[in-house]
């Protein structure tokens, strides 16, 4: 196992590709989610072992439940695999997403609130059925107004408010954009970019991110 000097605490995961693979591959869009669940757990060990804190995935958003029923199916399923294959290894898990629509997995109810599993060494979010104005909204009251009133307290209220600061925000397949990832969180994240599709995952993807962080000036604007 490689050593960095320095380590981010909170690492975000933007899995691109995955339908952009399964046509390279010949098969139907559908099909490249499934191929996206090993290349988490190859990542999540690979976190665990060096000591990352925090490991957040971009499972899907409320505006990729637009895309066509198979494509919307496979995804819900990619996840709810992933987050009941995890509760049986070591983490504490927390899956963030908009509850109150039938397009939430009902199955990943039980981890809305944060579930340990053995040591929970490592803090895995998950969103699902995800949206930023869905996050941000959860901070007004029903006039529209601020609930308490401007700053700190506003953060306090948003959705996704038992998640941290990301420290570094990984995305696979090339799309140079957050797509709506946590904008609170996000705001002094780097960004680094991988072009192979997330189906591609290689260790060396994310140790060379590990390496190009290693050398950012970190300042959080100061």
């Known amino acids: ?8 605490q909170h690492i975000g995961v933007i899995p691109d590709g995955n339908r952009r693979w399964a046509v390279a591959q010949g098969m139907e869009k559908q099909e490249g989610y499934d191929h996206g669940i090993d290349p988490g757990f190859q990542l999540y060990q690979m976190c665990l072992d060096l000591g990352v804190k925090e490991l957040t995935f971009y499972g899907f958003t409320q505006d990729n439940t637009k895309r066509p029923k198979q494509q919307t199916t496979a995804f819900q399923k990619a996840c709810i695999d992933a987050v009941n294959s995890l509760a049986h290894r070591d983490a504490e898990l927390l899956v963030i997403g908009n509850t109150s629509s039938p397009l939430f997995p009902k199955e990943l109810l039980p981890y809305t609130k944060p579930v340990k ?10 969103l699902v059925n995800y ?6 909204s959860h901070a007004l009251d029903k006039q529209g107004q601020c609930s308490q009133a401007l700053g700190k307290q506003m953060i306090k209220n948003i959705a996704s ?3 941290s600061r990301v ?10 954009r957050l797509s709506g990832f946590l904008p609170v969180q996000s705001i002094y994240s780097d960004f680094y970019i991988i072009e192979d599709y997330w189906p591609d995952f290689k260790p060396e993807h ?10 950012q000036d970190i300042t959080l604007g100061g």
Not at 117 to 126: A, C, L, P, S, T
Not at 169 to 176: K, N
């Open 131 to 136: 949206g930023w104005n869905w996050d941000l």
């Open 161 to 163: 408010c038992d998640i």
């Open 1 to 8: 196992m490689r050593k960095f000097k320095r380590l981010p």
């Open 206 to 215: 994310f140790y060379n991110a590990l390496d190009w962080y290693e050398n």
């Open 117 to 126: 599993f053995g040591e929970g060494k490592i803090r895995i979010n998950f």
């Open 167 to 176: 420290d570094l925000i990984l995305r696979w397949g090339g799309r140079r």
